[in-house]
């Protein structure tokens, strides 16, 4: 197990978000939480607080989930640029960090940034002569 690990941990050293690789980061972290089986965490917020009168595998259920929110939250500040990190350093939970990402760099962004990519492109092409 330790070798998967190793493996999964080398995925979010090699493939930490900078903005325009959104998409790609999010693919790869799904893998590493995925392969913790706290996906779930980028998507529900945890419940606030535990439920009041609630039975041993009800509470022992909060927990649980407040530890893999937690994880979740690391491993993504952990697969960040440090001025992203700083960003997003006092972020409550995984989902509100994915949620925040997702309007910052989501998929409506896409356009913006290829436009951005053939602009930038076009205008090396042309100075290069190529």
Same mark, same amino acid.
């Given at each position: 197990? +330790?070798?998967?690990?190793? /493996?999964? +941990?080398?995925?979010?050293?090699?493939?930490?978000?900078?903005?325009?690789?959104?998409?790609?980061? /999010? $693919?790869?972290?799904?893998?590493?939480?995925? +392969?913790?089986?706290?996906?779930?965490?980028?998507?529900?917020?945890?419940? !606030?607080?535990?439920?009041?009168?609630?039975?041993? !595998?009800?509470?022992?259920?909060?927990?649980?989930?407040?530890?893999?929110? /937690?994880?979740?939250?690391?491993?993504?500040?952990?697969?960040?640029?440090?001025?992203?990190?700083?960003?997003?350093?006092?972020?409550?939970?995984?989902?509100?960090?994915?949620?925040?990402?997702?309007?910052?760099?989501?998929?409506?962004?896409?356009?913006? $940034?290829?436009?951005?990519?053939? $602009?930038?492109?076009?205008?090396?092409?042309?100075?290069?002569?190529?």
């Amino acid at each position: 197990m +330790s070798s998967i690990h190793n /493996l999964l +941990s080398t995925i979010l050293d090699k493939h930490v978000l900078a903005g325009p690789n959104y998409l790609d980061w /999010l $693919r790869n972290v799904k893998i590493v939480l995925n +392969s913790e089986r706290i996906a779930y965490s980028l998507e529900n917020s945890p419940p !606030v607080e535990a439920p009041t009168r609630c039975s041993h !595998v009800e509470l022992q259920a909060y927990k649980d989930w407040c530890d893999h929110d /937690l994880k979740g939250k690391c491993y993504v500040m952990y697969s960040m640029s440090d001025e992203l990190h700083r960003c997003f350093e006092d972020a409550k939970n995984a989902a509100d960090i994915h949620l925040h990402l997702n309007k910052l760099f989501g998929e409506q962004t896409r356009p913006l $940034r290829h436009r951005h990519c053939k $602009r930038n492109c076009k205008g090396y092409l042309d100075q290069n002569g190529s």
